[in-house]
């Protein structure tokens, strides 16, 4: 009897083919466009103290409440995948007196992320965001040009009908006042929103603008927006990020509903959508967090940046869906293809040999590890493009230039220099 198969947890998937090599190249364009522009790499764990996320990102969030996997340790610490990488790169920028370099400090990073989501076409329960945060600076050029790199990135990956919307939250104190109007507006009109929305009047009222029920849509239509109420300093901040983006030829529109689903927002929030997608639209987004170095103990300091999905990003990107495919990529080009003449075990290990010393010499090169006879070997190679074939024979190895249909004999040691001698002469 065989034993039943094992699949991959609901919401998560395999990255394999062509799949993958989209991976690698979009992040070869994320590194170009984002260390072109001085933002460092960093990699934070996979899992952190579940204080970091609730004190973060928010208990009032859905993220918080709902979406988390937490674990416990042997000793009794609450553990968290991390759903998210901003907070985790505060606590880095924390911990290590970040403060203390050149600011603001550009961080970006490409990494999974988890949270406990029904799952369905782009949205699952292990994904990957990219994303950039730039910590230290209130500067609204550092908006600008945080919201500019994900655009360029964006259109780099041949994102099909990009949108971007644009708002202000203002300062936590202008909001606090604004909280407090926008209160009395939903419970004047408590009897029409939905259950959900009216358990979060007092936690979270903001949140009732991103509801797709028809009654509360409705309260909402009427509600006072926060962009009307900003203070002077928040507006002010506000028209300079609008007039760099005008000046970098960023296309946007400013709509006073976009709020985000975390708390920690400040000031400037976006968000890019596709049509190119279907209900989850969201292809990256992000703001402005000047609260919350402070709130995980560390000095005032003022942030901003986003994080962007990968797998949103493939599937509204110009060259069609992604995951679940097992296609090849195509290869990559081989420069020598080592053969040997019989399936002796001396010849292997010569064959062996001459392998390892052309790769350390920089060479593309494979062999078969397939068990094939000579004339699979040279069909395998063919298939390869390989450009030099070796054959390891008893007496010599026989070297071919597949391209130029000519060949050697040569002593095996002398393969590597005359594949690179010959390259040269190309
Ligand atoms: P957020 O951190 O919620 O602002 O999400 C930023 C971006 O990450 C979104 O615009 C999506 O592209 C992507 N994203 C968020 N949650 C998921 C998910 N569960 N599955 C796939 N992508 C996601």
């Given amino acids: 009897m065989s034993a039943a198969k094992i699949k991959a947890p609901r919401g998560t998937f395999d990255v394999l083919g062509e799949d993958a090599a989209r991976r690698t190249a979009l992040e070869a364009r994320a590194r170009s466009v984002l260390e072109g522009a001085g933002y460092e790499r960093i990699e934070t764990p996979a899992f952190e103290a579940t204080e ?20 416990e340790d042997q000793g009794g610490r609450s553990l968290t995948l991390r759903p998210e990488g901003t907070a985790p790169v505060c606590r880095a920028y924390v911990e290590h ?3 203390k370099r050149r600011q603001p400090v550009k961080l970006w990073y490409l990494s999974s992320f988890f949270r406990h989501e029904r799952a369905q076409a782009g949205r699952y329960r292990q994904f990957w965001q990219v994303g950039a945060e730039a910590i230290g600076s209130e500067d609204p050029a550092v908006d600008a040009e945080s919201i500019s790199l994900l655009a360029a990135l964006l259109a780099e990956m041949g994102v099909r009908g990009l949108r971007l919307r644009l708002s202000s939250l203002g300062s936590h104190e202008s909001r606090r006042e604004y909280r407090e109007r926008l209160q009395a507006h939903l419970r004047a009109n408590e009897q029409s929103l939905s259950e959900d ?19 509360t849509q409705s309260v909402m239509r009427s509600a006072p927006r926060l962009l009307e109420h900003l203070s002077a300093q928040d507006a002010e901040h506000f028209a300079h990020v609008r007039e ?27 968000e890019f959508t596709s049509d190119a997608l279907g209900a989850q639209s969201g292809v990256g987004g992000g703001g402005r967090y000047d609260g919350l170095v402070e709130q995980l103990g560390g000095p005032p300091t ?3 940046g986003w994080a962007a999905g990968i797998e949103r990003i493939m599937l509204a990107a110009e060259n069609g869906p992604t995951g679940g495919s097992t296609h090849s990529p195509p290869p990559a080009p081989v420069e020598l293809f080592v053969a040997l003449e019989s399936p002796r075990e001396d010849l292997r290990t010569a064959a062996f040999g ?6 350390s010499a920089g060479l593309s090169a494979q062999m078969d590890l397939g068990g094939r006879s000579l004339k699979g070997q040279l069909g395998l190679a063919d298939t390869l493009g390989a450009r030099y074939v070796a054959i390891v024979a008893d007496a010599h190895t ?3 230039d597949m391209q130029a249909g000519r060949q050697e004999p040569l002593a095996t040691n002398a393969v590597v ?8 002469a190309l």
């Fill in 398 to 400: 026989t070297l071919k």
């Fill in 417 to 424: 220099h005359a594949v690179l001698r010959g390259q040269h």
């Fill in 197 to 215: 929305v009216r358990s979060r009047i007092e936690l979270n009222p903001l949140r009732a603008f991103d509801s797709d029920h028809p009654g």
């Fill in 52 to 71: 970091l996320f609730a004190r973060g990102v928010g208990e009032s969030t859905d993220i918080v409440r709902k979406e988390m996997f937490t674990l």
């Fill in 302 to 304: 003022p942030g901003m």
């Fill in 97 to 99: 007196g970040m403060h």
């Fill in 354 to 359: 001459l392998l390892s010393e052309a790769r």
């Fill in 244 to 270: 760099l983006l005008d000046v970098a030829g960023v296309v946007y529109e400013v709509d006073a509903t976009l709020v985000r689903g975390l708390d920690y927002y400040t000031r400037t929030v976006f």
